[in-house]
């Protein structure tokens, strides 16, 4: 069975920093490049970052350019994504999403940012 599972949302307030996890299982992880995507209340899926397979290549969306590092561990099958300065704008159900090509992408279940004061 394939899951991405996420982990390490939380409360922070504005200037902070978190560390989001994505535990992959069930494919070959290291075959695929990875997105983080987010939703805030009430609007549509926002693309964050991608990284390629095997880590050598980044993108970014402008406004978490840097403040945000995607990075990834194909040995732990696990996704990162390092937030700092987080500001309010940046509260959101964060989501990590595998690439598949020819095929329906694999996706988490989210895990709750939300940067407040």
């Known amino acids: 069975e394939v899951q991405l599972v996420e982990s390490g949302g939380g409360l922070v307030q504005p200037g902070g920093s978190l560390r989001l996890s994505c535990a992959a299982s069930g494919f070959t992880f290291s075959r695929y490049a990875i997105n983080w995507v987010r939703q805030a209340l009430g609007k549509g899926l926002e693309w964050v970052s991608q990284?390629?397979?095997?880590?050598?290549?980044?993108d970014y969306t402008d406004s978490v350019k840097g403040r945000f590092t995607i990075s990834r561990d194909n040995a732990k099958n696990t996704l990162y994504l390092q937030m700092n300065s987080l500001k309010p704008e940046d509260t959101a159900v964060y989501y990590c999403?595998?690439?598949?090509?020819?095929?329906?992408?694999?996706w988490g279940q989210g895990t709750q940012v939300t940067v407040s004061s």
């Open positions: 990284i390629n397979n095997d880590g050598g290549s980044t």
């Open positions: 999403e595998a690439i598949v090509p020819g095929r329906e992408n694999y």
